[in-house]
């Protein structure tokens, strides 16, 4: 992995030299706000609009992975900032749902660990305990929305993207010391390498289950092309999650789980010069594309990297450049008058031309997963997860 990083250097620093110059003036500009996406070059704000929306943590977390990395204080200002306004979500429990650990452990979790702020981890413990209840004992998963979020009983709804909420329950058991945390999220990654990791490596996003005993009532397309589809972002979150349950547990199966996972991705991202589409099972035409599946992944395969073998080392680590050198390509904007940093994201698949809102455009996530990526080429060895 060292290796492959020294032959990149000089890529590796021209590109986090842009992305801190750029960086250090948007995080002054938008101290006040929850970015959302970037609309004609400036922040939206999700702070009015949906307080408990489950993207506000990013940006908050964003600013302690760069505060994490250069010392500069603006970075902190900016992210204690945006953990005092994530406290208008905290309040309103009954909004809240299994994207807490997105919410909270980039932002209260990074504090906490990064400056000791008990006050942090008092916010984070409270999301962590949020997280904990949700689990249904009789299905064997951690439900994912409230009733009637999407207009439907969500009552046996759990969802890919929610391996990527565990690590908030991994840190509340080491933090207060009490395995049941850890068993919990254990509980769902099985149940999610069980019920929505395909044989192939490929996943279901969304699985119905009986709420009343374990087993699978259906599965749902959710943002993807159709419920035997692989929608590309889901699939990073099976990767990059995966490894991140192999870290905190040390389980083996988890690491093969996501090796499976990313070899999938890799297999299909190759295909479109390793810029990922929306779903990798869709028709191939028209292309659409999301570039946060991409920097979601590679952060995923430089976490594996470090737990193969030297040869697969390096074959992870090249695939992970090449997912960053891309989108670096093709997707970023350097401009510093302009506040969004990686475009291209995609919420979802567009199944008609009218559903292209949301498509296309820049996500908070895709900024936060280019840097952490970043980061992690460059050496720093905080995992926020
Ligand atoms: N967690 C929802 C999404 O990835 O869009």
Redesign the pocket.
Same mark, same amino acid.
């Given at each position: 992995m060292k290796r492959v990083i020294q032959e990149n250097q000089n890529w590796i620093n021209e590109t986090w030299n842009k992305i801190e110059k750029k960086l250090s003036v948007v995080s002054v500009r938008s101290r006040e706000k929850l970015p959302y996406t970037t609309i004609e070059g400036t922040h939206d704000d999700k702070k009015e609009k949906n307080i408990s929306w *489950?993207t506000n943590g990013f940006w908050g977390g964003m600013m302690w992975l760069m505060y994490e990395a250069t010392g500069n204080e603006e970075f902190r200002k900016t992210a204690e900032r945006s953990e005092d306004l994530l406290d208008g979500a905290l309040f309103q429990y009954k909004k809240l749902h299994h994207?807490v650990g997105f919410m909270w452990h980039l932002t209260s979790g990074a504090n906490y660990r990064l400056t000791g702020n008990e006050k942090s981890g008092a916010r984070n413990f409270f999301a962590a305990t949020s997280l904990f209840s949700r689990y249904n004992i009789s299905g064997d998963f951690i439900r994912a929305w409230n009733k009637g979020t999407w207009g439907a009983s969500t009552d046996g709804y759990s969802i890919i993207?929610c391996l990527m909420n565990l690590p908030l329950l991994y840190w509340a058991s080491e933090e207060v010391e009490d395995e049941r945390f850890k068993k919990i999220a254990m509980r769902h990654m099985d149940m999610a390498m069980r019920d929505h990791i395909r044989e192939d490596g490929s996943v279901n996003h969304i699985v119905n289950h009986e709420v009343d005993k374990v087993g699978v009532v259906n599965v749902l397309a959710g943002?993807g092309y159709s419920e035997t589809s692989c929608w590309s972002?889901g699939l990073a *979150?099976a990767v990059y999650g995966s490894v991140i349950s192999y870290i905190h547990t040390g389980r083996e199966s988890y690491l093969e789980a996501a090796k499976k996972t990313a070899n999938y991705f890799i297999e299909h991202c190759k295909k479109t010069d390793y810029l990922p589409v929306i779903d990798f099972a869709a028709p191939d035409t028209p292309v659409y594309y999301d570039s946060t599946a991409g920097v979601c992944t590679a952060c995923g395969l430089l976490e594996i990297a470090k737990y193969v073998s030297e040869e697969k080392s390096r074959y992870y680590t090249e695939e992970a450049i090449k997912i960053l050198k891309a989108c670096d390509k093709h997707f970023c904007n350097y401009e510093v008058s302009e506040d969004a940093l990686v475009l291209m994201g995609s919420?979802r698949y567009p199944h008609t031309d009218n559903a292209m809102k949301g498509v296309h455009i820049p996500i908070i996530y895709g900024d936060f997963f280019f840097v952490e990526a970043m980061c992690k080429l460059r050496g720093r060895e905080f995992l926020i997860w």
């Open positions: *489950w994207d993207d943002q972002r *979150w919420e």
